[in-house]
């Protein structure tokens, strides 16, 4: 239920460019020639660094049956180590021997260069030109959180929302919070314990810096702002959490001792249910992350794809893919019910099912389940989470490791916050210039 997405950053490598980009302009990539079979079928190169999920293996298999034109194979750099597999991409995707599709899985710092230097090609130009699809056949939030400068670079065919949560009685119902709100709520409660999940120093600081990345960093100037009295407050504010907690007990935020939950994840709408009826035993509200656009929550995407820009089988490579934005895929993930389709059609039918509750597949019918089916009300409540919720910043790693080196050595006593801030502002913009 709390996926802990920090978990992802403490695994991650540095955000290793393309050696081969400039400062500037795009990228300068070898033209790559298709490669055909011995029986004349052009060669869809799909690349994934790490090993691909069931799903696109099956697509794979499928897809090679039906077409008479096309093949695909798939090449998986898992064999190697992590820095290995971006060493080898970086030489692949800028010679003749480029994927024509990249799978992306977290962590995603390593495609920033990617986009920027012009290599991922815009989606929307297929789905825009698609007989069988089109813009508003898909959540409005999920595609802008796909986006960067009006180009769809790469799709999710699922995703789920992380958010924090707390007691409408205790922390009202205001979604989406400035952080100096977000601390003025924790003073009118002293008594209590901050939150549930990770309280503590380096959590807070994941939860306010990690969300609220772009705050501080402009990726389209490479300026940054961590010596600012915002930013210091942050830190200040962290530092009232403790060192270390126990763990999570859900009696906590049942019966109040806790003032909210962090880094819940909804990933279906049966969850407003679990959440009111199991985890805090009343009415909730989802007040999102400080300081991050919207409603506050994040859109946090599974595997992503991306079409390179000099592929030679572009059309072939979307023929391959469109089949996840699919009626017949997308509401496999509803039935499902793991993570959110984003087909607005497959929604319905997700929404649908928590009406009927439980479907057991072993005698075919549905069963209600402990706090009752969803409402019409609690679907509408879920809609307007996923339609407000923003993309989430995906945090350079190499950052965020200078962020929580130097916040710790303030945790520590042994600097300032206001010293720590200026560290970190100096380390951050020289990692900026030379990367930028």
């Known amino acids: 239920m709390f996926k802990k997405i920090f978990s992802v950053l403490t695994a991650a490598a540095l955000c290793l460019t393309v050696s081969s980009c400039g400062k500037s302009g795009e990228e300068q990539v070898s033209e790559v020639t298709a490669a055909t079979t011995a029986n004349g079928k052009k060669i869809i190169k799909i690349c994934s660094l790490f090993s691909a999920e069931d799903d696109l293996q099956n697509r794979i298999v499928s897809f090679n049956k039906n077409s008479a034109e096309y093949t695909a194979e798939l090449t ?27 799978v992306i899985t977290s962590p995603k710092s390593y495609t920033y260069s990617y986009m920027d230097k012009g290599l ?8 825009d030109s698609d007989p069988d699809l089109k813009r508003g056949d898909f959540l409005d939030s999920v595609l802008k959180a796909g986006e960067k400068n009006g180009k769809l670079f790469s799709f999710a065919p699922k995703f789920y929302v992380d958010t924090v949560v707390g007691k409408t009685s205790l922390v009202g119902d205001k979604q989406g919070r400035t952080v100096e709100e977000f601390i003025e709520l924790v003073d009118k409660y002293p008594d209590k314990q901050i939150m549930e999940g990770n309280g503590t120093k380096g959590g807070a600081l994941i939860m306010l810096a990690l969300y609220d990345y772009g705050r501080y960093v402009d990726q389209g100037t490479g300026e940054c702002s961590f010596d600012s009295e915002d930013f210091i407050r942050l830190l200040e504010f962290c530092n009232r959490f403790p060192y270390e907690v ?15 939950s962090s880094f819940y994840s909804v990933s279906n709408f049966y969850d407003i249910h679990s959440l009111e009826y199991y985890a805090f035993g009343e009415p909730v509200t989802f007040m999102g992350f400080p300081g991050v656009a919207g409603n506050g929550s994040v859109i946090q995407k599974e595997t992503e794809y991306a079409i390179i820009s000099n592929s030679a089988n572009k059309g072939g490579a979307w023929e391959f893919l469109k089949y996840f934005l699919s009626e017949e895929y997308q509401d496999g993930i509803a039935l499902k019910g793991e993570s959110f389709p984003v087909r607005l ?7 649908e099912e928590a009406k009927k509750g439980t479907y057991d597949s072993i005698t075919g019918e549905y069963i209600e389940p402990v706090g009752g089916v969803n409402t019409d009300e609690d679907n509408q409540r879920v809609y307007d989470l996923l339609g407000s919720a923003t993309g989430a910043v995906d945090v350079d790693s190499r950052i965020y490791e200078i962020i929580s080196v130097e916040a710790d050595a303030y945790f520590a006593g042994q600097k300032s916050a206001k010293e720590a801030a200026e560290i970190i502002q100096n380390r951050i913009s020289n990692y900026l210039a030379e990367n930028h």
Not at 120 to 127: H, N, P, R
Not at 246 to 260: A, E, I, K, V, W
Not at 345 to 351: F, K, P, Q, V, Y
Request: hydrophobic content about 40%; proline content about 2%.
């Open 76 to 102: 998986e750099y898992a064999d190697v180590n992590y820095f290995d597999a971006i060493t080898r991409l970086n030489l692949d995707i800028t010679t003749a021997n480029a994927p024509d599709i990249l």
């Open 246 to 260: 126990d763990g999570y007990d859900q009696d906590n935020l049942r019966d109040g001792t806790s003032l909210f």
């Open 345 to 351: 059609s497959s929604l319905e039918l997700a929404a």
């Open 120 to 127: 991922f090609a815009d989606l929307y130009e297929f789905i």
